[in-house]
């Protein structure tokens, strides 16, 4: 077993798990080889892939220790990498939201006109109230509409 390369050791603790019958994680990355030009998978230069084999080695050697040797402290350490993982989930969603915040809004604007301009074309009346309202929202995010 090779702590020092991601990848073998992820594999080999995947192999020990799988031997055993004890469950596991297998983490599968999808089209990053049209990222990546390499052919080589044995020099790690995505993060992407250093990460999730990272991760799915944690997960499966805290696993290995509870059954294994019933390690509670690995079963307080996979509770601790899950508040972590939801909280850089939380800050993760905040900032996209933050950085983000015109391109919903721009987003809401198109379907709201689209709805509109289907409804105008099928001549069914918008309430007043509707379109003040959709003006109103239009105006306090400083968008011309």
């Given at each position: 077993?090779n702590k020092?390369?991601?990848e073998?050791?992820?594999n080999?603790?995947?192999?020990?798990?799988?031997e055993?019958?004890?469950?596991?994680i297998d983490i599968?990355?999808?089209?990053?080889?049209a990222?990546?030009?390499?052919?080589?998978?044995?020099?790690?230069k995505?993060?992407?892939?250093?990460?999730?084999?990272?991760?799915?080695?944690l997960?499966?050697a805290?696993?290995g220790?509870?059954?294994?040797?019933?390690?509670?402290?690995a079963?307080?350490?996979?509770?601790q990498?899950?508040n972590?993982i939801?909280d850089l989930?939380?800050?993760?969603?905040?900032?996209?939201?933050?950085?983000d915040?015109?391109?919903?809004?721009?987003?809401?604007?198109?379907?709201?006109?689209n709805?509109?301009?289907?409804?105008?074309?099928?001549?069914?009346?918008i309430?007043?109230a509707f379109s003040?309202?959709?003006?109103?929202?239009?105006?306090?995010?400083n968008?011309?509409g």
């Open positions: 077993m020092y390369n991601p073998e050791f992820a080999d603790i995947k192999n020990i798990m799988k055993y019958g004890l469950p596991y599968k990355i999808y089209n990053e080889s990222n990546d030009n390499s052919k080589d998978s044995s020099k790690l995505s993060p992407l892939k250093n990460v999730s084999l990272k991760i799915e080695a997960v499966n805290l696993l220790d509870m059954m294994f040797a019933g390690m509670e402290e079963g307080f350490l996979i509770n990498l899950e972590q939801g989930l939380t800050l993760s969603a905040y900032l996209r939201l933050k950085h915040k015109n391109k919903i809004t721009n987003v809401i604007k198109d379907k709201i006109e709805v509109m301009k289907q409804r105008k074309a099928e001549s069914i009346p309430p007043k003040e309202a959709l003006k109103e929202i239009l105006k306090d995010d968008i011309d």
